[in-house]
């Protein structure tokens, strides 16, 4: 029994020659006990037969969005919710295109649109067209969205040019899927804790101490660690962001609160704490509202080191503890004293003062530094969020494997 036993996959077939190859593709995928389903674009049956990809799939093949047996079923939303992972092959120009503008004109389009599952594309097409700026640029954004893309290869064209924009062999496919699916399979097994956002130190009821974190780089990480198949736990300061029903959320306001959910959460195998948690809090709240007066001198005292705290914990320490360092100035020299003082693993830092990247921004730079590697500095450079958080879990894959 392979890891695509009984794992369900929508297939989407797109308009280009090599269509015909997706016939190969759902064949080998039946062998190994997956149960798919299709949905055949407009364009798409100019190249292959609904009939040949049903004796081949054993499963239904979907059509028109608004035909009326297959919306009384609200299909694109329930074969958005059946699979377990989409696979758009072949995924051409015109489909990249309009997957990165979020159109939702077709069946294919929506259910896509609408899936809360991983979508991996198979491009194929003219190696010109593949090497356009529009079509890198798609691409580009599409990724930022969690889309993964398999191929294509450099090879000869059925146009008669030879290049790179040829689609993957169907076996390559086949691999990629379950090689996939087996780390999903593997990291169900592995927790992971995540910190992020700002944290609210209370002065009175209605006043307290923050920062301008908006947790968005926290929560990347944690949709992309769940993602991946891990077990997440993310505990959030106040963001106004969603999460998936996946994710076991944790909602605190106080660094004190953030502490004791993060005792109660552990052990775990990752600790990643990219909240920015307030060093101080006031030493005593005011019960009730401060009147306005010409000066107010506030006493604070140190929050306590949930980084510190954990990565130095002798029966619980996580197997990879990873701290962030929000800098100014000095980032090299700060983010490296945070590593020894700490005793994590690895610290994330970024520059904050600029505008364009960091707190309240979708976009980010960071450069990690590893405790234990002899080149123990790499730069992420500038893309959004969710491309860094993805190359993050990327990196922390490579180092439990």
Known sequence: MTVLSNKKILFIICGGISAYKSLETIRLFKKNNAEIKTILTKSAKEFVTPLSIASLSQGKVYEDLFSVENENEMDHISLSRWADLIIVVPATANTISKLSQGSSEDLASTVILASNKQTFLVPAMNVRMWEHKSTKDNLKKLKSFGYKTIGPVIGDMACGEYGE?????????????????????????????????????????????SNKSSGKQGYEIAKSLSKRGFETTLITGPTNLDIGDEINLIKVETAEEMFKATQESLPVDIAIFSAAVADFRVNKKDTNKIKKQDKLTLNLEKNIDILNY???HNSMRPKLVIGFAAETNDIDKNARLKLENKNCDWIIA????????????????????????KNNKEKLAFKKKSEISEEIVDRIINQIN
């Open 165 to 209: 924009g040829k689609m993957s062999d169907p076996l390559i496919i086949l691999n990629e899927i379950n090689n996939f699916f087996l780390y999903q399979k593997k990291h169900k097994k592995i927790k992971a804790l995540v910190t992020a956002g700002p944290t609210k130190e209370y002065i009175d009821p209605v006043r307290f101490i």
């Open 310 to 312: 954990v990565s130095n």
């Open 350 to 373: 970024n520059d904050v003062s600029k505008k364009d990247s960091g707190f309240e921004s979708d976009y980010n730079e960071v450069i990690v530094y590893y405790k234990n590697k």
